[in-house]
């Protein structure tokens, strides 16, 4: 599901909603330290988080922060004083709830660079979106994301603002003892006291949409620097030790050909419930139908493969940029592809490509998608909006023709130009249509024509299709 249900005008009016632009990011937090406690049972957490703040950036006007709209302040304190604030139910259409509980301070005084928040509340699944959208607290465990899904700790972003990135230097996660919690970045303790499982993390630089929390009764397979989270069946304790070697050899791989991964090279797989595939920094997480077909199937490796790449080809590229949706989703739906084609070879790698520009023709052709689904109207890869990613990224086009077109450009530079290319493009400071097209025509110079009908028409002809630019050994 691709859509968003509007917010009626009673609802609205009855939440306070006011339409406002969208407001440009900036790093107001350098550092989180949280402590929070989990009743799954209950549906239920309690959370205490302290930020520190960017002092030069504290604005004169009022302080905002956002949670789930389940969830509620109980107090706030900067330094020894307690601090008044308000709050509201608002529309937040990156909750997954679609609504927020947005938190006001109307008053913070510049020399007092850290505030204490103490929360509370539940976390209930959520009809409003997608199923994808899994985020909920319940019997089964935790499973909650950050901005972009839902907060669970106070986010100082508004709705469709950039990402930014912040410090974690203290995370503590509790849960009943049969609960096991992954956070992102590298994991520093773990204790039992009282019935209660405490684990501690820490990281550094971590988006905020990659801070996912997640807790179930999982067992643990460690080894080097992998640690698997699986349930305890047959099936998911032996899909464990393939999965173990075959993430090890992609991520070596992906480490040479894109960006060097933030993780520290520590990496955390984890089994998931229906709909539980994620990619959040050195996270990783896969359907449990997925993980225990591991062994014999080519689409569950592919499934990893894909969630694996995430991070090695994130890029800094604004919402504003039309470069944005295509790096978002249209670079990892392909990336993973030339280096699995290594291991799952030619064919593999042929008979994808080939099976997504079958069904890209369809859709042009029909409109809608092999099950009669209706389609949008196709739109060029750089004029798809940000505010447009959820509508384009699975079925069509970010899925589809962004795919063909980044085989083009390895299938004309050759594989070993092409990883030079990639390598150049995914260790930029910050990312834009400038410098894409200009890294493009640095690698394979004359294509600026070319790029253009892919980037910026709907435009397929004839020598652009796929069997003009097939995988071959040797490439």
Not at 82 to 94: D, G, I, K, L, R
Not at 387 to 399: A, C, I, P, Q, R
Request: proline share 4%; aromatic share 14%; hydrophobic share 40%.
């Amino acid at each position: 599901m691709r859509w968003m249900p509007a917010l009626n005008a009673t609802c609205a009016v009855l939440l306070g909603i006011t339409a406002r632009a969208a407001v440009a990011s900036t790093n107001l937090v350098q550092d989180y330290r949280l402590d929070v406690t989990f009743a799954p049972s209950e549906a239920r957490m309690s959370g205490w988080t302290a930020v520190t703040l960017d002092s030069s950036r504290v604005p004169d006007t009022d302080l905002v922060f956002y949670l789930h709209g389940e969830l509620r302040v109980d107090s706030i304190k900067a330094g020894s004083s307690t601090v008044a604030f308000e709050e509201q139910p608002v529309f937040y259409e990156y909750d997954y709830s679609l609504i927020a509980d947005e938190v006001r301070i109307q008053w913070l005084p510049r020399s007092t660079p850290q505030l204490e928040i103490w929360y509370s509340g539940y976390f209930h699944a959520s009809n409003a979106r997608s199923p994808s959208d899994y985020m909920r607290i319940d019997s089964e465990g935790v499973f909650l994301r950050c901005f972009a899904y839902s907060p669970w700790f106070p986010v100082f972003l508004p709705a469709g603002a950039d990402e930014v990135k912040a410090d974690f230097s203290s995370v503590i996660l509790r849960t009943p003892a049969a609960f096991t919690s992954v956070f992102v970045g590298t994991k520093t303790g773990e204790r039992i006291e009282d019935g209660q499982r405490i684990t501690e993390w820490k990281a550094s630089k971590v988006g905020l949409f990659a801070a996912q929390c997640t807790a179930q009764r999982y067992l643990v397979t460690s080894q080097g620097n992998y640690a698997l989270y699986h349930y305890a069946d047959t099936q998911s304790i032996a899909a464990a030790k393939t999965i173990l070697s075959f993430a090890n050899g992609l991520n070596d791989a992906y480490d040479r050909s894109y960006h060097h991964h933030p993780g520290a090279n520590q990496f955390y797989l984890m089994e998931m419930p229906q709909f539980g595939d994620i990619s959040s920094g050195n996270v990783t997480g896969l359907i449990y139908s997925t993980w225990q077909r591991f062994s014999e199937d080519e689409n569950a490796k592919r499934a990893l493969a894909h969630e694996l790449v995430h991070p090695y080809v994130a890029t800094a590229t604004t919402r504003g940029d039309s470069l944005y949706c295509l790096a978002v989703e249209g670079f990892p739906s392909y990336f993973h592809l030339p280096v699995l084609a290594q291991s799952l070879g030619d064919d593999f790698y042929n008979r994808f490509l080939g099976w997504m520009e079958k069904l890209y023709l369809g859709i042009r052709t029909t409109g809608a998608d092999n099950r009669g689904n209706r389609m949008p109207p196709e739109k060029p890869l750089l004029v798809i909006s940000a505010d447009e990613l959820s509508t384009y990224k699975d079925e069509f086009v970010l899925s589809d023709r962004a795919l063909l077109f980044l085989n083009y450009l390895y299938a004309r530079m050759g594989e070993a130009t092409f990883f030079k290319f990639t390598s150049d493009l995914f260790n930029q400071q910050a990312l834009t249509t400038r410098t894409f097209r200009g890294l493009i025509e640095k690698y394979l110079p004359g294509s600026a024509g070319d790029v253009q009908l892919w980037l910026g028409t709907t435009e397929y002809p004839e020598r652009f299709r796929f069997e003009n630019f097939k995988r071959a050994s040797g490439r």
